[in-house]
């Protein structure tokens, strides 16, 4: 496979990414997956765990996974809907708000490290454009 091929540079670029969120991440106690959970859930308002998935692009069963593992951590809290008792409400605790504030500074730090390489203007530039090509319709 060509280098120069781009799902050659992304995989690779997001490998290298991980490499910095992963430790990133570890004195918070969660990894990659569980912050983007987090993340979603940081909303002011609560989300069903199917709604969060939606927003993730995840199938159902991985987050039921990821939402246990957080609630074993103490991060989140699940309630039934009030509208619809079928529905969980996630939510995150105390402790999973201010493990998410700290997490976010961390991942911060990573993607600046991550970017550092670039001039300021083509870093933006970088993150415009790949935030245009996931949001843009399938098809």
Do not use: C, W
């Not at 008792?85 to 996630?90: D, L």
């Amino acid at each position: 496979m060509s280098k120069r091929r781009l799902g050659y540079l992304l995989k690779h670029a997001n490998l290298r990414l991980t490499d910095l969120t992963g430790p990133a991440l570890e004195p918070y106690g969660i990894d990659g997956r569980e912050f983007a959970v987090l993340s979603v859930l940081g909303t002011p308002e609560p989300l069903s765990q199917l709604e969060a998935a939606q927003r993730l692009g995840i199938d159902r069963t991985t987050m039921v996974a990821l939402v246990d593992a957080l609630e074993r951590k103490g991060l989140v809290g699940r309630r039934p809907h009030p509208g619809d008792r079928r529905k969980n409400m996630v939510e995150p605790t105390g402790r999973g708000r201010e493990t998410l504030a700290e997490a976010t500074r961390a991942v911060d730090a990573a993607e600046a490290a991550f970017l550092a390489v670039l001039p300021e203007e083509d870093a933006r530039l970088l993150k415009d454009v790949l935030e245009r090509l996931v949001r843009a319709p399938a098809g």
